[in-house]
């Protein structure tokens, strides 16, 4: 199976925690490209045998904004077709991005 990659472009925006002094910045991968997204992880899933998915149904991705590429995971956002990219602060440092900013990515399904 070949694994797809994806552009998108879509606004980061920032989760915080009630509970914690802590913060994460996202972008989030909706509609057909989300329902790509979680049809090849589990054929993927399915093709290796494996019985279940992986911790809360995470894809493995290699990320690029800009010139800055890195390989992370995306998950799961609280509806079916939605995926969160988390995006650390040296990506966001290195291409100058801050929560509101419209944000041109790939991402490729590893």
């Avoid at 899933?45 to 800009?66: C, D, H, Q, S, Y």
């Avoid at 990219?85 to 399904?109: C, M, N």
Wanted: no cysteine.
């Amino acid at each position: 199976m070949t694994s797809p990659a994806f552009t998108i472009t879509t606004e980061m925006w920032i989760w915080t925690s009630e509970n914690a002094p802590a913060s994460w910045h996202f972008l989030s991968i909706k509609g057909e490209v989300g329902e790509e997204i979680k049809a090849h992880a589990t054929m993927a899933r399915l093709e290796l045998g494996l019985p279940k998915k992986r911790g809360w149904g995470a894809v493995k991705v290699e990320a690029t904004i800009g010139k800055t590429t890195w390989r992370t995971s995306i998950f799961p956002g609280t509806d079916d077709d939605i995926y969160l990219l988390p995006v650390k602060a040296a990506v966001r440092k290195a291409e100058s991005i801050v929560a509101g900013d419209e944000v041109t990515f790939t991402i490729a399904l590893i």
